[in-house]
Structures are given as structure tokens and as C-alpha cells.
């Protein structure tokens, strides 16, 4: 089976996009058991500790990590064909 690099590409991003959004949104609005939570996920403690969101950053994030993301998607896929492909 072939996967289709570009089409990954942006299933992949639209899924870091909602996730970032909903991510957003549940800082906004519990943003010290948001913290708690990260700290959790990352072994360590972040408490003293403050979020910093802007419009700016909420926009630069969701387009950083939703292009990032699809990028990595698209070189798995392509590899995965790659490495995939039939010798014979």
C-alpha cells in the first residue's frame, strides 16, 4: 500500500490545528489546571509560572506546529513509499 505524501500532509495538519485550538481554548479557560497538567505531562513543576497568550502567538503557534507537523508527515510518507516500493 501507498500512502499519498500530500494528502498526510494535510490530514495531518488539520488535526494539529484543531488540537492546538482546543488546546487554546482550554488554557483560556482553566489555565491553572492547564498548567498543572503540562507539568505533569513533562515530569516536572511549573508552578510560579505564567501562560503568555496574544493573538500573535496563538496564530504563530497554530501555523508552526500544524506546517511542522505536516511536513513531518509528508517525509514519513514519502520514506514509507520509498522504503516500501517493489524491487521486482
Not at 513533562?42 to 508552526?64: D, E, K, R
Amino acid at each position: 500500500m501507498k500512502l499519498n505524501p500530500n494528502r498526510l500532509f494535510v490530514a495531518v495538519a488539520i488535526a494539529i490545528a484543531v488540537a492546538w485550538l482546543i488546546c487554546t481554548a482550554l488554557v483560556g479557560i482553566a489555565p491553572g489546571g492547564m498548567m498543572s497538567l503540562s507539568g505533569h505531562m513533562m515530569h516536572t513543576n511549573f508552578q510560579g509560572m505564567a501562560w503568555s497568550m496574544n493573538p500573535t502567538g496563538i496564530i504563530a503557534g497554530l501555523f508552526v506546529w500544524s506546517l511542522s507537523g505536516g511536513a513531518l508527515a509528508w517525509l514519513i510518507a514519502t520514506l514509507y513509499n520509498y522504503f516500501g516500493r517493489s524491487d521486482g
